[in-house]
């Protein structure tokens, strides 16, 4: 399993329709092959800066999800409201 993070940084204005855009799109993602799990976080001191945490089987199921059709579409729509380029990395749990 491989956890992966996501920072992202959004222009103040346009957090709501990052909201809108991943409530719409959350169950999708949830239901491709090899998502185990997916949250949202947000900043607690920065309001505008996001983050997603999911799990998934493995390297090859997470590529899969960033070729789809799905994440092309989402992608395309979020990366439009971003006020610095996100941050985004795979982990492994170690113990």
């Known amino acids: 399993m491989i956890i992966r993070i996501v920072r992202m940084t959004f222009q103040t204005d346009k957090t709501e329709a990052f909201l809108d855009l991943f409530n719409r799109s959350r169950q999708q993602i949830i239901e491709m092959e090899g998502c185990l799990h997916l949250e949202l976080w947000r900043d607690t001191q920065e309001p505008n800066v996001f983050v997603t945490h999911s799990h998934w089987v493995s390297e090859d199921a997470l590529n899969n999800y ?8 989402v992608w395309k729509e979020t990366k439009v409201l971003f006020s610095e380029k996100p941050v985004a990395f795979s982990v492994e749990k170690v113990s």
């Open 66 to 73: 960033r070729a789809s059709e799905l994440f092309g579409n």
